[in-house]
């Protein structure tokens, strides 16, 4: 890819009267130097320039110091022509700082960047979706890289390489925090990056050299495209810093980077505590207070209003709106909801609607959804159905997130272990980038900003599935290691339970679906490779496409169950393994006294090479259906069933998360549709043609032949154009 225009262009004011010049929005950096030793500049010396465009608006633009004698301030407008600019100094003596003025020439932009030729990211009129600043559209498509700013991710080699593969594939912003990081202590030599820290050990002063290194990165980052939203630091820092000093910290971000083309989050999971806090996990109500405050700063102090957000922790609300007393500071909501699979769809299905449904109204993103292969277990599906399940109940635009790709781990140089001692895992994100999850999200975008998106709505009682989808379990039985129930304040026990079978050979399967109850954490393994991982006992979670994990032959299911006798659940293991073949009969492997168990991990354990004939048989505790536990019950269709959004009378777009046949409803009596099967993995589409709906507006839809996983439905009114007719 060509190199785009440079997010800066620099110049040199001296005494008197200067003329600088630069294009339209591309920022301008102009310096000052002073002729007096100040001690400590940074606290000892308050420097704002305030612009006056053609238009006769002011802005009140902050300086920052740059090193020893140094001032810089950066300044950009859409406006072409003359704009004016006079300095003010804290300390008036400062002839070299206070009272100096000049003029910057703005002329038409020429190039071909989007943050330039469109001008930077806006929220637009409606409050329900992002623009640029001219109102062409813009999908927001994000990637996580919260400690993008250390050493692990080298500059220039690593960390020219990452956005290219972004950029590929349609991702248009990275969220990046500016120093101050989670998961590790303050001053971890982790989060430093090739200059430091950006702060003096203690909090003393700011230090200009690693914001130099920073602009590098967040330069080529605007360079290509790319909108940075700068995380300002993480929640817990409000306890290590004094308010002043957390927003002497944010006047020199907005002194460095306001005039770019940057979107602000002012703290990442701004309501809980540090890791070893007694009072962590929670929703802390008092960080929120303080946090409010500082967002209320970013507003009052940022000349150039980008959006500003804030961005929640995963308890109790998943949204903005939990994070600050005040909404109405708040530019749009940057959610985030659990790290799982089935449990997190139906979080974030419903965190969507809630704050879709609020006021005031605001564009939303689940700025956190489920980590792709964090912990190794949460796999592409998850991502992907995140993505549909979100936009397609009101979001505009999404996050994704690939595990070793936030914390920025180096081939042999992870992160390593958290405060608490645990570790999310070591891949390389040079691997990490190219996990299918981040293409799939990529291929979601591209059917979208199709169509005229910025007028979706969502309409999830459009389309429900033709059956019921969800695995029968009646013919599992409840099995355990022992018929013994520990009291409740017994410690958490994690039990492991395996299963051979074998599969005929010559037969081509064509779905595998697998589902389980058990009390309470559950993680099972086809052939040593995850299948799924789920708590949400009372209803049983479903695991389709699993087909792949399969083999002919000799074939293994194993299962751990953590039992938590604090929950007050009865220990126990319900699983079922359906597997259908083209032909002949379909075959099901579920629990009982068959299933071997054992109460300790063994290396290897999950493999179907294991010897396991010194474990235990399971003993059957109890029939699906018998006391203590009852019937599962059906997950909530509404939330994970069909989603769907569009322009009520000419489009629809539906995500159905089964390869299952769907009804579709409301649709006008006996009216002709163009209909279109998408592939929400490959991005292949077929062609159905033209379907016409019943007198009662209803048509039933087949799923794609040949597949075994989610699938899309796009319906147009047949007087509808676009690239699909």
């Known amino acids: 890819m060509k190199s785009r225009s440079s997010p800066v262009s620099t110049a040199t004011s001296r005494n008197g009267a200067a003329a600088h010049s630069t294009q339209a ?31 006769g608006f002011e802005r009140r633009v902050p300086a920052f110091c740059a090193g020893g004698k140094i001032w810089k301030f950066r300044y950009a407008s859409p406006l072409p022509g003359t704009h004016t600019y006079r300095t003010e100094c804290s300390v008036t003596a400062d002839v070299d700082l206070h009272g100096k003025t000049g003029e910057i020439k703005v002329r038409s932009y020429r190039g071909k960047n989007p943050l330039y030729a469109h001008g930077p990211v806006q929220v637009a009129a409606n409050k329900r979706h992002f623009e640029h600043a001219d109102g062409t559209p813009f999908f927001w498509l994000g990637d996580t890289w919260w400690m993008g700013l250390c ?68 330069a080529h980052l605007v360079s290509q495209g790319i909108t940075p939203c700068i995380v300002g630091a993480w929640g817990y820092f409000i306890s290590w810093m004094t308010p002043d000093q957390l927003k002497a910290h944010w006047r020199y971000l907005i002194a460095r980077y306001g005039a770019w083309p940057v979107i602000w989050c002012t703290a990442g999971e701004a309501n809980l505590p540090w890791y070893l806090a007694k009072n962590f996990p929670e929703d ?30 995963a308890i109790n609300r998943y949204t903005s709106r939990n994070a600050t007393e005040d909404e109405s500071l708040l530019d749009f909501d940057l959610m985030q909801c659990s790290h799982a699979q089935n449990e997190a769809i139906a979080i974030m299905t419903k965190a969507v609607r809630e704050t879709y449904a609020a006021t005031p109204r605001m564009p939303i993103i689940n700025g956190e959804p489920c980590y792709e292969m964090l912990g190794g277990t949460i796999t592409a599906p998850w991502p992907r159905h995140a993505f549909w399940s979100c936009v397609l109940n009101g979001a505009m635009g999404h996050t994704y997130g690939g595990n070793g790709i936030w914390q920025c781990n180096q081939p042999g140089i992870p992160h390593g272990a958290s405060p608490h001692g645990g570790n999310y895992g070591n891949t390389p994100w040079q691997e990490a980038m190219n996990y299918s999850g981040s293409a799939q999200c990529a291929i979601g975008k591209k059917l979208i900003t199709r169509f005229d998106w910025t007028k979706f709505e969502p309409h999830s009682e459009w389309a429900s599935y033709v059956k019921d989808v969800w695995l029968p379990l009646t013919d599992a039985k409840w099995i355990w290691n022992s018929k013994v129930n520990p009291p409740k304040d017994a410690p958490a026990k994690r039990s492991y339970f395996r299963n051979i079978f074998t599969l005929p050979k010559g037969r081509k399967i064509i779905n595998a679906r697998l589902r389980f109850a058990g009390t309470t954490h559950v993680e099972a393994q086809i052939n040593g490779a995850s299948a799924g991982v789920g708590w949400e006992w009372k209803t049983g979670p479903q695991f389709n496409d699993r087909s792949h994990l399969l083999k002919p032959g000799r074939n293994v299911l194993s299962i751990w169950c953590e039992h938590r006798p604090a929950s007050g659940d009865r220990p126990g293991l319900l699983a079922c393994l359906e597997i259908r073949f083209a032909s002949g009969p379909t075959q099901r492997i579920v629990t009982d006294n068959s299933w071997k168990t054992w109460s300790k991990k063994i290396s290897g354990w999950d493999a179907f090479e294991y010897d396991d004939r010194g474990w235990n048989n399971a003993t059957v505790v109890g029939n699906y259906g018998s006391k203590p536990w009852g019937k599962i019950n059906s997950p909530d269709m509404s939330l994970h069933g069909p989603q769907s959004a569009g322009i009520p009378g000419k489009l629809r777009v539906i995500y159905v998360p089964h390869a299952e046949s769907i009804i579709v409803r409301d649709l006008a009596s006996s009216t002709e549709h163009k209909a279109i099967h998408f592939d929400p993995v490959t991005g292949k589409e077929h062609k159905i043609g033209v379907i016409k709906s019943g007198a009662n507006g209803i048509w039933k839809c087949a799923a794609p032949a040949g597949i075994d996983h989610d699938w899309v439905l796009v319906l147009e009114g047949k007087s509808c154009t676009s690239e699909f007719s």
């Open 25 to 55: 929005n591309v920022p301008v950096e102009l310096s000052l130097t002073t002729r007096i030793v100040y001690a400590d500049p940074c606290n000892q010396v308050v420097l704002d320039v305030v612009c006056t465009d053609p238009e």
């Open 284 to 313: 802390d109500r008092t960080m929120v207070k303080s946090w409010t405050e500082i967002m209320r700063y970013v507003r009052a102090t940022d000349p150039y209003h980008r959006p500003i957000s804030i961005h929640p922790t």
């Open 151 to 218: 050493h692990r991710l080298k500059w220039p080699q690593g960390f020219k390489q990452l956005p290219a593969n972004r950029v590929k594939k349609g991702y248009n912003v990275v969220q990046i925090i500016a120093g101050l990081y989670p998961d590790m202590h303050a001053f971890d030599p982790r989060g430093a990056n090739e200059a430091g820290f950006p702060w003096e050990e203690g909090y003393a002063h700011i230090r200009p050299e690693y914001f130099d290194a920073a602009d590098k990165k967040l």
